[in-house]
């Protein structure tokens, strides 16, 4: 079965993701449009999207040319129907809000081409719960990146039970053309395959924070002292998935699950994140300060000098 190119393509929603997926597929010479309800969206969209060109240029030794060919393939819009006009895929990004995202898919399908690719980005939802909004069931199914895609390349490829065998080839060749390694999914689950093991990971460690019980650096000190090599801990990657994202998840499945602590979780982030505008990686504020976060410095594992025992050993004093 031969895989048709995708070569438009349309992001909806223009934060932290939808901003990534755009600048890479882009990057690798997709043609795309990015559609936010909202031009201040879109504007902190453009400002990240220059940090990315950064980041390109030092990790991936891209060159200013192929920064600025990326730059000229991207295009943004507040109109929905003008952004889907010629798209042979359309991913969706926006918040991880069921009703928003149905009223997103309702309004959406008026607009598609007949020919139109439809795929979730979805962090923790089934794309069978949306399938019979979209107006293509057979056209549509999950395919979900991870933060920082440029180098966490992986793209998970989930179907519901109406999604033709024709989509999920063409998605996933679309995921390699892109340069992601794709992960299939082989039944619909929460969470996929990253976020089943990433939300659990994430709700342990902010409980150890929300309940008292420990600190976002010795949370994270600990993990990657657990995992050496890796690049930081489960704090600091909630930084990175942002703290808006984190909340709506934590609220959701502590809503959906009955879960005390869950929900717990979720109102401690909004206490002391969002409400503050600190909602991670983002805004330069989360649980670290940015772009020179504590867990980055040289020492941020080493074992302690012999003078701070009375320090470190008094912060295990019962409160």
């Known amino acids: 079965m031969a895989t048709n190119s995708l070569d438009r393509l349309t992001v909806l929603g223009a934060g932290v993701l939808g901003g990534q997926i755009a600048w890479q597929s882009a990057f690798r010479g997709k043609t795309v449009v990015v559609y936010d309800l909202h031009e201040a969206g879109l504007q902190q969209c453009r400002t990240a999207q220059e940090t990315y060109s950064h980041i390109y240029q030092q990790e991936m030794n891209a060159t200013a ?8 393939r ?23 809000i069921p009703e928003v995202k149905i009223e997103v898919y309702s309004e959406l399908a008026k607009y598609l081409p007949e020919h139109t690719l439809l795929a979730t980005n979805s962090s923790t939802l089934l794309p069978s719960q ?19 895609i440029w180098k966490l390349n ?6 519901h039970p109406g999604t033709a065998d024709d989509t999920l080839v063409a998605i996933t060749g679309f995921a390699i053309e892109i340069g ?16 089943t093991m990433l939300v659990a990971l994430a709700n342990a460690s902010q409980t150890l924070v929300t309940n008292g019980i420990s600190t976002p650096e ?11 090599g890796c690049a ?10 942002g703290m808006t994202t984190i909340y709506n998840i934590f609220s959701y499945w502590g809503n959906e699950n009955g879960d005390e602590q869950m929900s717990k979780n979720a109102a401690y982030i909004k206490e002391n994140f969002i409400d503050k505008g600190k909602l991670g990686l ?10 020179n976060p504590a867990y980055q410095a040289a020492d941020f594992l080493d074992v302690p000098d012999i003078s701070r025992a009375t320090e470190l050993g008094l912060q295990a004093r019962l409160s």
Do not use: W
């Open 232 to 241: 930081m801990g489960p704090c600091a990657l909630l930084d990175v998935v």
């Open 180 to 195: 992601m390694v794709p992960i299939p999914v082989m039944k619909e689950q929460n969470g996929y395959v990253l976020n």
């Open 74 to 96: 991207i295009t943004f819009t507040t109109d929905l129907a003008a952004s889907v006009a010629d798209a042979d895929v359309v991913i969706e990004a926006v918040p991880e």
């Open 130 to 148: 949306f399938a019979r909004y979209t107006g293509r069931p057979d056209k549509y199914c999950a395919l979900h990146f991870a933060n920082l």
């Open 282 to 291: 983002t805004t330069g504020a989360g649980y670290y300060t940015y772009p």
């Open 218 to 228: 010795i949370v994270d000190r600990t993990y990657m002292i657990m995992n050496r």
């Open 154 to 159: 992986i793209a998970e490829v989930m179907a």
């Open 65 to 72: 040319r192929q920064m600025d060919e990326t730059r000229a």
